[in-house]
């Protein structure tokens, strides 16, 4: 029986994880119920520490509860003369201790009210001592705290309070230690359990014959595995703390029952993954054989796949030879007709390169002649202007329509002179009021805005000076304000934002149309780079507007608005040195 190399790594995969997570499995269900044991072992080791800290604030807060009692002035008078109202009085005295019954002792040490309680402690009493222990009396199992009443500095009986110690203590603690808590009397009778019943009796029996030990100990009772721990109260009787193994371990089948889910999710991923990493180890066999089909046909195009693994990479390459060495044998048979064609086709090529060139140098002595005759029509449209601006001196805004024309048509002359000859250095020297240039391109601005609702606001300072020429700088602010109008179509808003730092002025174009693409904005500055459709859209634009900026020692950047869409264009230029801006002044 024939397999596939993709089944047979496929089954090894599959043996490999079967390998690694079965006894992985098993160390971990063990360990689980390592941990959950040991976790049970720690917190009842805890326990008799609770205990003792428990009856230490329970003995302080009831031996002032004695000693209230015992000092109130009206009872000791009371004690003295064996007066029935004592009895009325320390009972209301300890309503105000909830959970607590009066104890009064009279001046021959017998009770008045209360259990019985051991003479040794009311010895303690008549030397000024304030005993707080737990007995067994009368009454029953508790706890009392007593205080010497006094009458004229001598001792005349003794008062306190008595807890019973029940299942409502037992229960306390069990919340405390979380634990079932089995309290023995100091007869070693059963005071309180807080477990379940069928064992308590068992359990009782079994601790009363073990001594007291605050190690944690392990008992078998009716086939169940008990963890105890026990502690010493004061006065006597004990505190032994229960937790059943079987109820703390009965969370382990669900845990295994997640664990096995678990197993099962990870190996169907292994599987998933092992498929496809043996379905990549194995495609390039497939591949090979594939393209040893098409040879045979007598293709030698097809194509063969390469392995990560060095072996299976080397088969390939050497069949790849292997073709490569046959194609040529082949090639070499049609060499004439190859050649022949080889060569039609690269006069094709030569041909095609010299129309282009021809169109190439067509175009640029176009543009040359362009500039050349541009600059007579705009001296002549600047002479009429200029008479008709003699002509309007009463019309001040048809004067200053005029002036604003014959300003441009003079930046026309220039930018046409430039073109003619690129290679000619300019002056960088001259400075300007950059607020003034933005006030004035925003003038110009407006003025061929149309019908469009596009407003262009200036927020600058009185006055920034900076190291640039007027032309050029106004050249730029034009370049970056038509972009944004084109940006907007027939609505929004355009800010020219001046302000002066300490050695840069800072003079920002911001719109709110629709921004600058990701892609685009590495590329806004690059020559011939442009986003227009339409033929205005040439691409040289922002181009020649870093190339101006740089050239007078500045910088320009573009982004995008961080508080809503629009572009923001950033120009940083030197301001006017402050020497020059005195004599200026």
Same mark, same amino acid.
């Given at each position: 029986?024939?397999?596939? /190399?993709?089944?047979?790594?496929?089954?090894?995969?599959?043996?490999?994880? /079967?390998?690694?997570?079965?006894?992985?499995?098993?160390?971990?269900?063990?360990?689980?119920?390592?941990?959950?044991?040991?976790?049970?072992?720690?917190?009842?080791?805890?326990?008799?520490?609770?205990?003792?800290?428990?009856?230490?604030?329970?003995?302080?807060?009831?031996?002032?509860?004695?000693?209230?009692?015992?000092?109130?002035?009206?009872?000791?008078?009371?004690?003295?003369?064996?007066?029935? %109202?004592?009895?009325?009085?320390?009972?209301?005295?300890?309503?105000?201790?909830?959970?607590?019954?009066?104890?009064?002792?009279?001046?021959?040490?017998?009770?008045?009210?209360?259990?019985?309680?051991?003479?040794?402690?009311?010895?303690?009493?008549?030397?000024?001592?304030?005993?707080?222990?737990?007995?067994?009396?009368?009454?029953?199992?508790?706890?009392?705290?007593?205080?010497?009443?006094?009458?004229?500095?001598?001792?005349?009986?003794?008062?306190?309070?008595?807890?019973?110690?029940?299942?409502?203590?037992?229960?306390?603690?069990?919340?405390?230690?979380?634990?079932?808590?089995?309290?023995?009397?100091?007869?070693?009778?059963?005071?309180?359990?807080?477990?379940?019943?069928?064992?308590?009796?068992?359990?009782?029996?079994?601790?009363?014959?073990?001594?007291?030990?605050?190690?944690?100990?392990?008992?078998?009772?009716?086939?169940?595995?008990?963890?105890?721990?026990?502690?010493?109260?004061?006065?006597?009787?004990?505190?032994?703390?229960?937790?059943?193994?079987?109820?703390?371990?009965?969370?382990?089948?669900?845990?295994?029952?997640?664990?096995?889910?678990?197993?099962?999710?990870?190996?169907?991923?292994?599987?998933?993954?092992?498929?496809?990493?043996?379905?990549?180890?194995?495609?390039?066999?497939?591949?090979?054989?594939?393209?040893?089909?098409?040879?045979?046909?007598?293709?030698?195009?097809?194509?063969?796949?390469?392995?990560?693994?060095?072996?299976?990479?080397?088969?390939?390459?050497?069949?790849?030879?292997?073709?490569?060495?046959?194609? %040529?044998?082949?090639?070499?048979?049609?060499?004439?007709?190859?050649?022949?064609?080889?060569?039609?086709?690269?006069?094709?090529?030569?041909?095609?390169?010299?129309?282009?060139?021809?169109?190439?140098?067509?175009?640029?002595?176009?543009?040359?002649?362009?500039?050349?005759?541009?600059?007579?029509?705009?001296?002549?449209?600047?002479?009429?202007?200029?008479?008709? %601006?003699?002509?309007?001196?009463?019309?001040?805004?048809?004067?200053?329509?005029?002036?604003?024309?014959?300003?441009?048509?003079?930046?026309?002359?220039?930018?046409?002179?430039?073109?003619?000859?690129?290679?000619?250095?300019?002056?960088?020297?001259?400075?300007?009021?950059?607020?003034?240039?933005?006030?004035?391109?925003?003038?110009?601005?407006?003025?061929?805005?149309?019908?469009?609702?596009?407003?262009?606001?200036?927020?600058?300072?009185?006055?920034?000076?900076?190291?640039?020429?007027?032309?050029?700088?106004?050249?730029?602010?034009?370049?970056?304000?038509?972009?944004?109008?084109?940006?907007?179509?027939?609505?929004?808003?355009?800010?020219?934002?001046?302000?002066?730092?300490?050695?840069?002025?800072?003079?920002?174009?911001?719109?709110?149309?629709?921004?600058?693409?990701?892609?685009?904005?590495?590329?806004?500055?690059?020559?011939?780079?442009?986003?227009?459709?339409?033929?205005?859209?040439?691409?040289?634009?922002?181009?020649?507007?870093?190339?101006?900026?740089?050239?007078?020692?500045?910088?320009?950047?573009?982004?995008?608005?961080?508080?809503?869409?629009?572009?923001?264009?950033?120009?940083?230029?030197? /301001?006017?040195?402050?020497?020059?801006?005195?004599?200026?002044?």
């Amino acid at each position: 029986m024939k397999v596939s /190399l993709n089944t047979a790594l496929l089954g090894l995969v599959l043996v490999v994880i /079967l390998v690694g997570l079965i006894p992985a499995a098993i160390l971990l269900d063990k360990h689980l119920v390592e941990g959950l044991e040991q976790g049970v072992r720690d917190d009842l080791a805890a326990a008799p520490l609770v205990l003792a800290a428990r009856f230490e604030n329970q003995a302080g807060a009831r031996m002032m509860h004695a000693k209230e009692l015992a000092s109130h002035p009206a009872l000791g008078p009371m004690v003295v003369v064996n007066d029935e %109202r004592a009895v009325a009085l320390a009972a209301s005295v300890t309503d105000a201790f909830p959970g607590e019954d009066p104890i009064l002792i009279g001046g021959d040490g017998q009770r008045v009210v209360g259990p019985t309680v051991p003479g040794a402690l009311i010895d303690v009493t008549r030397s000024g001592g304030m005993p707080v222990q737990v007995i067994q009396s009368d009454l029953g199992f508790g706890a009392v705290a007593l205080a010497p009443i006094t009458v004229n500095g001598r001792w005349a009986g003794a008062a306190g309070v008595w807890v019973p110690i029940a299942e409502e203590e037992a229960a306390q603690l069990s919340v405390l230690t979380r634990s079932d808590v089995l309290l023995m009397a100091p007869d070693e009778a059963l005071a309180a359990y807080t477990g379940r019943a069928e064992p308590a009796m068992g359990l009782f029996g079994l601790l009363a014959e073990q001594p007291v030990s605050e190690e944690v100990r392990e008992f078998e009772l009716a086939g169940e595995r008990y963890l105890v721990v026990s502690g010493f109260l004061p006065g006597g009787g004990r505190a032994s703390f229960v937790r059943a193994l079987a109820e703390e371990l009965a969370v382990v089948p669900d845990l295994q029952v997640i664990g096995a889910g678990v197993l099962g999710l990870t190996l169907l991923l292994a599987l998933f993954i092992g498929a496809g990493f043996a379905s990549h180890l194995a495609r390039p066999f497939g591949s090979l054989a594939s393209a040893a089909d098409r040879i045979s046909e007598g293709h030698f195009d097809a194509t063969v796949e390469h392995s990560f693994v060095k072996e299976v990479d080397q088969v390939s390459a050497a069949f790849e030879a292997m073709r490569d060495a046959l194609a %040529r044998r082949i090639e070499e048979l049609a060499g004439a007709n190859a050649e022949l064609e080889d060569r039609q086709e690269r006069l094709t090529v030569l041909q095609a390169e010299l129309v282009q060139r021809d169109r190439l140098s067509a175009a640029s002595r176009l543009l040359a002649q362009l500039a050349h005759e541009v600059r007579n029509p705009v001296a002549s449209v600047r002479n009429c202007l200029e008479i008709l %601006r003699r002509r309007v001196d009463e019309d001040e805004e048809a004067s200053e329509l005029a002036d604003l024309a014959i300003d441009e048509l003079l930046r026309m002359h220039e930018l046409a002179e430039q073109m003619l000859d690129l290679h000619r250095p300019h002056s960088a020297e001259g400075d300007c009021d950059a607020a003034a240039v933005a006030e004035d391109v925003a003038a110009v601005v407006r003025v061929g805005l149309g019908d469009a609702d596009i407003d262009v606001q200036v927020v600058a300072s009185t006055s920034v000076p900076v190291d640039v020429p007027a032309d050029a700088l106004k050249q730029v602010l034009l370049n970056l304000v038509q972009n944004a109008q084109d940006a907007l179509g027939s609505s929004g808003t355009i800010t020219i934002r001046v302000e002066a730092g300490l050695i840069n002025a800072r003079i920002d174009v911001v719109d709110d149309g629709h921004g600058i693409s990701d892609d685009a904005l590495p590329q806004v500055f690059d020559p011939f780079f442009t986003t227009k459709s339409d033929v205005r859209g040439v691409g040289l634009g922002l181009f020649t507007a870093a190339g101006l900026v740089r050239g007078h020692g500045g910088r320009i950047a573009a982004a995008n608005r961080s508080d809503r869409s629009g572009a923001r264009l950033t120009i940083e230029i030197p /301001l006017l040195e402050p020497s020059v801006q005195e004599a200026m002044a």
